[in-house]
């Protein structure tokens, strides 16, 4: 695996293994910040089925971390990153460092508004804003035909889906399922910060979802059900502190009524320091397995 230091040794490197790749199949690229882990190698074996050549970044982007979040503590595990990479068969991986991404004079970003303000943007203002600037330099440096993300991140599929869209990114983006650990808990980097008793605790992100998801199979089409019961079963956890639950159009990221025609049900909450989010997507009627579990017993929420 060859790993490119600055852009313009990226750009040139992509360009040069490009030329090996037939047009359907391309190349294919997965942004990560490291701290590599089942969740992100997810990606880059689906890219490596898809696609003739694989390409991966990692970069702790300064950018979308707001003062007094953990940038400066995030996870950083370069060598071993490195390993799981080669080994999963990625070609060309580019770590940069952040005077490379952002000389300084830099001062153009990518701003989605509307759906960029909502959910984590919401939460954390300025966030979405670094993400769509640093993928568009990403999109611009490697050239992918499909580059992967992971629905884990729901708000930031639906960012950068608009930001594609609304430049012209000559790109085919793929969102992955979440994958979990075995009791349930999504993957994350972010997860190591969890002392053991936030671990266990952890898990009701999870549990109430996968309740919401039963109680939308069996019964419930409006959303603002949702949006009452979701909080009333996260008060189990009396530790637990909400920072979103959201019923939501998974394209706007807007709230809907009625979830006939498929919703985004994510939720956000802090467990001590560390915050976690969670989400699963619920298909339009019409394109769901199995429309029909009205004889199926309903599982109470609260029981989550
Ligand atoms: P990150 O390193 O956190 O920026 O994540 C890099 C990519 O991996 C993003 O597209 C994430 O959505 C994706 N990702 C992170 N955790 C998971 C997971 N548990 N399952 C699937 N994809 C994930």
Redesign the pocket.
Known sequence: MRICRTSSEMQQACRELKKNTVPERGLGF???????????L??IALARAECDVVVASIFVNPRQFAAGEDFAVYPREFEEDCRKLESAGVEILFAPAPDDMYPSGATTFVEVEGIGNRLDGASRPGHFRGVATVVAKLFNIVGPDRA??????AA??AVLRAMVRDLNFPVNLVA?????EEDGL????RNRYLSADERRRALILSRTLEAAQHLVKTEVRGAQVLRDALPEALAADPLLQIDYVAVVDPGTLEPIENIDNGALIAIAAWFGKTRLIDNVVIEPVAQRANPDLSQAPARELSHA
């Open positions: 997965v942004p990560t910040m490291g701290a590599l882990h089942a969740g992100h997810s990606l992967y993300f992971g629905q884990k991140d930031q599929v992955c399922p979440t994958v979990r999504a993957m994350s980097s």
